[in-house]
């Protein structure tokens, strides 16, 4: 048993968690005494890597492939994880995207869209129905969006995205209130632009200049708050969304 940490004990679920923000959510977790349930849907070889680096550093993890946007790879996941780990999950988190495409209004397509909303609505939907058994019967559980501080900037050329990422705003809310009477919470995290591997060579300078803090985010940033908000810590902080972004935007 690890002494001392924050999340002791529990289990979670990070989609997307073999590479971007996700390998870093599900590092940030099991440093803090989480046994990780790392998703992934393709890339097998670095959802395993992040496994190698949480059990490097004396965690728990285990990588599980599902394509979260489809009823049969949700069905029978929460089964695998609870047998794998003895427990089964108590924090969720939504992370995982497929290709963002920028495109105008008049390129867009209804399937573009509902390509955004298969990742931000419906794999979020499928997901929160599955743990919810457990999570209501012990009364306890944290859900953990991850939308975008898109939402708030309206960027032109990018409304698949940040239409579904807003859809993201109103679920957590409706979630929030739903699910406050069984214990649990369900928050968002927002964050700026946070470069990851899909981001290398990529120019920032444009955009850092304009964050009050001066600086582009790392992928720890978004990790340590998502801590934050599956502990104890945030036992109060429901329905909430929180901007991870050096000052970019200013509420929602
Ligand atoms: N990075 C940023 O600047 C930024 C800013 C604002 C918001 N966000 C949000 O943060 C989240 C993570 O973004 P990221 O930049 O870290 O993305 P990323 O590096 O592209 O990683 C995406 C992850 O999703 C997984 N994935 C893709 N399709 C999947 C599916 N059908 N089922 C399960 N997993 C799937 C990928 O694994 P496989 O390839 O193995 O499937 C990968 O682990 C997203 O919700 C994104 O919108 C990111």
Aim: hydrophobic share 40%; charged share 20%.
């Amino acid at each position: 048993m690890l002494s001392g940490k924050k999340l002791n004990g529990s289990v979670a679920l990070v989609t997307g968690g073999s590479r971007g923000l996700g390998r870093w959510i599900c590092k940030a977790l099991a440093d803090e005494g989480t046994s990780v349930a790392v998703n992934y849907n393709s890339s097998s070889a670095d959802a395993e890597r992040t496994v190698e680096l949480i059990q490097e550093a004396g965690g728990k993890a285990a990588a599980f492939r599902a394509d979260v946007t489809q009823e049969a790879g949700v069905e029978g996941l929460m089964d695998q994880i609870s047998k794998h780990f003895g427990r089964p999950v108590d924090i969720l988190v939504n992370n995982a995207t497929g290709p963002q495409p920028m495109l105008s209004i008049e390129e867009s397509t209804w399937e573009l869209y509902l390509d955004q909303l298969h990742f931000f609505v419906k794999a979020p939907l499928l997901l929160v129905k599955a743990v919810l058994p457990h999570m209501k019967a012990q009364g306890r559980g944290s859900i953990i969006n991850i939308g975008s501080e898109v939402v708030q900037l309206g960027n032109p050329n990018f409304s698949s995205y940040v239409t579904a990422k807003s859809s993201m705003i109103g679920m957590t809310r409706s979630w929030a209130s739903e699910l406050g009477p069984s214990g649990i919470r369900v928050n968002l995290i927002a964050p700026g632009w946070i470069p990851v591997e899909r981001h290398e060579g990529v120019q920032t300078d444009h955009y850092s200049k304009q964050v009050p803090l001066r600086k582009m985010g790392e992928p720890s940033d978004i990790a340590s708050a998502i801590v934050f908000l599956a502990s104890e810590d945030a036992k109060f902080i429901t329905g909430q969304c929180l901007s991870v972004n050096g000052g970019m935007t200013f509420g929602i």
